[in-house]
């Protein structure tokens, strides 16, 4: 395991839909979208949200945030 591994991510796009299917086929993982919040998550073992992918409504430039736990 990693000495700090990251532990939530966030990526936001322009295009949600388009930025999930090339996640989808780069990383080979799903993503669940959850309507209430307008947010994708991806699910990992133990069971618990990592991070996900959402679309952008005001800001002008996507953006990747990380997340870490630090020991």
Known sequence: MLENPIV???LATQDAEKSIESF???FGRDLTYYESVGF???QHEPK???GGIFTLRKARLPFLAL???WK
Request: proline share 0%.
């Open 40 to 42: 994708y998550t991806m």
């Open 24 to 26: 989808r086929t780069v």
């Open 67 to 69: 997340n870490s736990r």
């Open 8 to 10: 939530w991510w966030e």
């Open 48 to 50: 618990m949200d990592c």
